[in-house]
């Protein structure tokens, strides 16, 4: 965790450019990591940024637990309500720089059947795997087989790149992460940044606004009410000096 910490506060202060997006402190967009997707487009870490993302690491040809993993961010997608499943992007990132090439990673990618408009495998440099792993707090180590000893850590970031939410739960659908899911929301405000917000308050702001319209002056029902209640108080008032002067 310190490690993390440390990480993200280094690239917070690292110079950046004019044309670099500015990101929130805990970004781990901050890293510019030179990745390259399926189809052999060069990508960066962000380029799902504006949504949120479930990133994964594995490799493609892990023979059990990257497949379980797969499996498991279908079962997040299903459980989502549409709009929701819509909104939401997935990256997966391979820990295996030597043989997972674009073309690979794409042949992966039709024989689960992915949709490609929101899913993204990529391949990096070992360096930049390395990077990755560590800000997404995931270890792997190489067999002499080949094959990848690694954790499998599903992580929720923010449309900004920020982690929400991490789960180890495969094979089943994390209920925390779905529900973290299902409440985000991500609004644009008027300097085009991202404001993340939920769901559910938004809506209980947005009713209230309706059901009860902000007005600078008093409309008569109201001020009616209130010298209803002010008359009230005040007979309440008189009545409890009434007993309390009873001898």
């Known amino acids: 965790m310190r490690t993390v910490a440390l990480l993200l506060t280094l690239l917070a202060l690292a110079p950046r450019t004019n044309a670099e997006p500015a990101y929130p402190p805990q970004s781990i967009y901050q890293m510019s990591a030179a990745l390259t997707d399926q189809s052999g487009k060069a990508i960066g870490l962000d380029v799902h940024r504006g949504q949120p993302v479930l990133v994964t690491m594995f490799y493609a040809s892990c023979p059990m637990t990257c497949p379980l993993l797969i ?11 549409a709009q929701r499943k819509s909104e939401l992007r997935v990256l997966m990132i391979s820990i295996d720089s030597a043989r997972d090439t674009p073309e690979q990673l794409l042949a992966l990618a039709r024989a689960r059947r992915l949709d490609l408009s929101r899913w993204t495998l990529a ?6 795997v390395r990077k990755i792993a560590a800000l997404l707090r995931t270890q792997y180590r190489q067999l002499p087989d080949g ?16 982690i929400l939410l991490q789960s180890s739960v495969l094979g089943k659908v ?20 991202l404001r993340q917000e939920s769901a ?20 008569r029902k109201s001020a009616g009410i209130a010298t209803h209640a002010q008359r009230r108080r005040n007979s ?8 309390s002067g009873s001898p």
């Open 174 to 193: 994390d209920q925390a992460l779905v529900e973290k899911l299902t409440r985000q929301s991500h609004v644009c405000t008027r300097d085009g940044k």
């Open 147 to 162: 094959n990848f000893n690694h954790s499998n850590l599903i992580s929720l970031l923010s449309p900004e790149g920020e």
């Open 236 to 243: 309440l008032r008189a009545t409890a000096h009434g007993f």
């Open 71 to 81: 499996d498991t961010l279908h079962a997040i997608e299903r459980a989502l309500p």
């Open 123 to 128: 391949r990096a440099e070992p360096d930049d």
């Open 200 to 219: 559910r308050s938004s809506r209980r702001r947005m009713n209230h606004t309706q059901a009860f319209p902000e007005s600078p002056w008093p409309t």
